[in-house]
T-cell receptor, first 114, second 115 residues
């Protein structure tokens, strides 16, 4: 079974530039999560989708971050404009709708903002 | 009240020894407590989890001890091996109906097992 796919693996941008991350969840997983993991900290949930609807985006900085999940499969997370403090690993995870305790994580995208 | 505090930040154990990582929480609504293992360059992977109706859960060399009254839980790794060297995260969630099951992670513990 293929895992959660994320791209790119690494990205370096200058502050005030924009960046986008892509995630392809495990086939059949209705729930998709984006987490931000700052170096030395645990992952923090940014947004949770159920199919293509947003379930929780309470910790998403909406003035600069946006995410979408068209057709309830792939998802993109965008940052515009980026700040230095956005440097982190962005993790995508997915699970079956009724098994949120069994979320599988992708390898993440490491973003460096200079 | 949404925080999960994890200690120690780093841990060095000799091969064959016992590794112990502790976590504490404040929100009594939490009813699911997983531990995740993360290797460098990889995403976290679920290792073992416990619900508050039991005080201990064991899977192979990994054991979770849960103290509901103290609002603490810990991960014990018996017979630690160099392959266990990784970062470990505790987490907590509220799975009751109407909640999203959002995971609140601790700060992480970097474990190094020396041969």
């Amino acid at each position: 079974e293929a895992g959660v796919a994320q791209s790119p693996r690494y990205k370096i941008i200058e502050k005030r530039q924009s960046v986008a991350f892509w995630c392809n969840p495990i086939s059949g997983h209705a729930t998709l999560y984006w987490y931000q993991q700052i170096l030395g900290q645990g992952p923090k949930l940014l947004i949770q989708f159920q199919n293509n609807g947003v379930v929780d985006d309470s910790q998403l900085p909406k003035d600069r971050f946006s995410a979408e999940r068209l057709k309830g499969v792939d998802s993109t997370l965008k940052i515009q404009p980026a700040k230095l403090e956005d440097s982190a690993v962005y993790l995508c995870a997915s699970s079956f709708r009724d098994r949120v305790t069994e979320a599988f994580f992708g390898q993440g995208t490491r973003l460096t903002v200079v | 009240q949404q925080q999960v505090k994890q200690s120690p930040q780093s841990l060095i154990v000799q091969k064959g020894g016992i590794s112990i990582i502790n976590c504490a929480y404040e929100n009594t609504a939490f009813d699911y407590f997983p531990w995740y293992q993360q290797f460098p360059g990889k995403g976290p992977a679920l290792l073992i989890a416990i619900r508050p109706d039991v005080s201990e859960k064991k899977e192979g060399r990994f054991t979770i001890s849960f103290n509901k009254s103290a609002k603490q839980f810990s991960l014990h790794i018996m017979d630690s091996q160099p392959g266990d060297s990784a970062t470990y995260f505790c987490a907590a969630s509220n799975l009751r109906s109407g909640n999203t099951g959002k995971l609140i992670f601790g700060q992480g513990t970097t474990l190094q097992v020396k041969p």
